[in-house]
Nanobody
Framework: EVQLQASGGGLVQAGGSLRLSCAAS????????IGWFRQAPGKEREGVSCISTSDGSTYYADSVKGRFTISRDNAKNTVYLQMNSLKPEDTAVYYC?????????????????WGQGTQVTVSS
């Protein structure tokens, strides 16, 4: 059974950092592209970052570029999202998602498997 578990969320002050983890089971993460998405109340789910399986290339939404870093530890079958310089507007539920494709996508519909999400709250 393919499962993803997102963790690492919490409450942090603006300017602080959090490291989210996406632990995969039932498949090998290096065969899948992994994406991070977030959804705030009243807003649609938006792509935050993704990492490919083909060449390790990454994507970042403009809103997080330079602050967030996605990485993959194949030995642990885990993908991380290091979030620095957090802003209140980063507050959302963060989801990780996976799809068997060479390159990541910023479109939620591209992903077949989803984690349960982890809440990130950034206070001002």
């Amino acid at each position: 059974e393919v499962q993803l578990q997102a963790s690492g969320g919490g409450l942090v002050q603006a300017g602080g950092s959090l490291r989210l983890s996406c632990a995969a089971s039932g498949f090998t993460a290096d065969d899948y592209a992994i994406g991070w998405f977030r959804q705030a109340p009243g807003k649609e789910r938006e792509g935050v970052s993704c990492i490919s399986t083909s060449d390790g290339s990454t994507y970042y939404a403009d809103s997080v570029k330079g602050r967030f870093t996605i990485s993959r530890d194949n030995a642990k079958n885990t993908v991380y999202l290091q979030m620095n310089s957090l802003k209140p507007e980063d507050t959302a539920v963060y989801y990780c998602a996976a799809a068997r494709m060479a390159y990541g996508s910023s479109l939620a519909g591209s992903y077949s498997y989803w984690g349960q999400g982890t809440q990130v709250t950034v206070s001002s």
